[in-house]
């Protein structure tokens, strides 16, 4: 056990207790002089609490760079030895947990693709039981809050007693702006779940790009999140592994300078976090709308094409104050007002008669 005196000086609990951490280094571990010569350019900023790197990489196609092995874990001995700063790696099994703990790196984390499997999980918890280090756990690959909160669990259970949350974003089918979609909403709410577990923002895995880093980190200040793990590479476009995301030190330290941190004044910041949390909530909710919307006139142009083989009228008047009874009806029991449904519905109905009409006359 330490005494309090002791946690206030050892770097490990400033660092892991300071906010906003901000976590920074290589998304993989090359060589000695690379880590090395990070860790000290990042050290010089002054703005970077803990170096990341990753020793073992679990990598979507065999053939791309897998990591340097434990090999790499006193190059990281060596980069804390001299820039005082403390270490974090990724674990996926319990020997790395071991390997890592005996080169006394300070601070471990679940990666994303170990997250979702409760074997791996569990076998890290294993190794972990009886073992003082704060562990940060990332979200699954997969929005799916239950596995995330699973794997705290798993962790917690183990005896680990500080938990951090990571939030890389969630991967999706088919090209969008970012590598990992946010979906801020997920992570606000497993920060409503957790609400005394640390929630540091990847911004890094989410973009997959540097162009856009700057936005995601502001963000997620914005939403008040505890910190930032970021990537960063001494030659970022000639990383052996995310090559893309990486930023120097230099521009690293360049952007935390320009983000707009958010009041000291508690009340606001809770205030502009609050409203930033319920904003996210409402544009969510009006994604899904419009996707429903969507589904909904695809239906319509079905309809349509029955008319036209049966030669059918468009509107059926019948039909249509049925739709707006029903729907009145119902609005009124969940708080929404006949005259909102209805402007809402003859809408709604100009677009599908719209839909429709296409079909028509094709
Ligand atoms: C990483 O941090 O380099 C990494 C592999 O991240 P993730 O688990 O989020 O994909
Ligand atoms: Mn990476």
Known sequence: ????????????????????????????????????????????????????????????????????????????????????????????????????????????????????????VQEVADALRGVDVPVMIKNPINPDLELWSGAVERIARAGVKQIGLIHRGFSSYGNSEYRNAPMWHLAIEMKLKHPNMPIINDPSHICGRRDILLEVMQRAIDLDYDGLMIESHIDPDNAWSDAKQQVTPERLAEMLNTIIWRREDVNSEEYHAALEALRQKINHLDDELMQILSQRMKIAEQIGKYKKENNITILQTNRWNEIIERASAKGEKIGLSKEFITKYLDAVHMESINHQKKVLDS
């Open 1 to 120: 056990m330490q005494t309090a005196e002791q946690t206030a000086t050892n770097p490990v609990q400033q660092a892991w207790n300071k906010r906003p951490l901000i976590i920074s280094g290589p998304c993989s571990a090359e060589t000695e002089e690379q880590v090395l010569a990070t860790a000290q350019r990042l050290a010089a900023t002054g703005k970077v609490d803990m170096l990341r790197a990753g020793i073992w990489k679990p990598r979507t196609k065999p053939g791309m760079f897998e990591g340097i092995g434990a090999k790499g874990l006193p190059w990281l001995q060596q980069a804390k030895k001299l820039t005082g700063l403390p270490t974090t790696v990724e674990v996926a099994t319990g020997k790395q947990v071991e390997d890592a703990l005996n080169f006394e790196v300070d601070v471990l984390w679940i990666g994303a693709r170990t997250t979702v499997n409760p074997f791996s």
